[in-house]
């Protein structure tokens, strides 16, 4: 069954600390994409980044790093010195086709950061 | 990408009644969902809303509760009717742009909208 784990309930920082969200996927699908969003407290759905299946390369934004590990079923989201702003509830998604051939997006339940100045 | 609204913002409501939520998207769009978040909790979707014919609802999710209507590929509305303090939520509006789009698998959500019922 398709399912997006996120162990960390919550997780608190001092800023200026390096914090790694951890997601961990199953799915069937051999083609399917992971996602990362970010939920301020104003309540929207900020896009973080879009990773594919066939693609494996980590990837760095500015503060933002992504660990994509197929062995392990992983994609793990890491902040570089952390800011009081980085506050807020991360989600790990994931979406695979349907037999509709559509997509549909599973999240997990989310991680809840917060950096203290 | 897609911009998306909805309506309303917020909304405090009484036990009993029913609110209707509008999404309004900037362009046409392939597929609109509907997903709710309680408080604390996750995103759960609650139906997808096709254009011209009835919604497809995720298990534990029925039609009576959550109707929705899609009339356009721009437009779609969900109700949620007969409520009760549980349908305290955040409920999102997403879409999907379809496929052979650089962006064919993401979904973009909407502004959300906080509905308590007292």
Known sequence: ?117 | SAVISQKPSRDICQRGTSLTIQCQVDSQVTMMFWYRQQPGQSLTLIATANQGSEATYESGFVIDKFPISRPNLTFSTLTVSNMSPEDSSIYLCSVWTGPGRRNSHEQFFGPGTRLTVL
């Open chain 1, 1 to 117: 069954a398709q399912k997006v784990t996120q162990a960390q309930t919550e997780i608190s920082v001092v800023e200026k600390e390096d914090v790694t969200l951890d997601c961990v996927y199953e799915t069937r699908d051999t083609t399917y994409y992971l996602f990362w969003y970010k939920q301020p407290p104003s309540g929207e759905l900020v896009f973080l980044i879009r990773r594919n299946s066939f693609d494996e390369q980590n990837e760095i934004s500015g503060r933002y790093s992504w660990n994509f590990q197929k062995s392990t079923s992983s994609f793990n989201f890491t902040i570089t010195a952390s800011q009081v702003v980085d506050s807020a509830v991360y989600f790990c998604a994931l979406s695979e086709g349907t037999t509709s051939g559509t997509y549909k997006y599973i999240f997990g339940t989310g991680t809840r950061l917060k950096v203290l100045a």
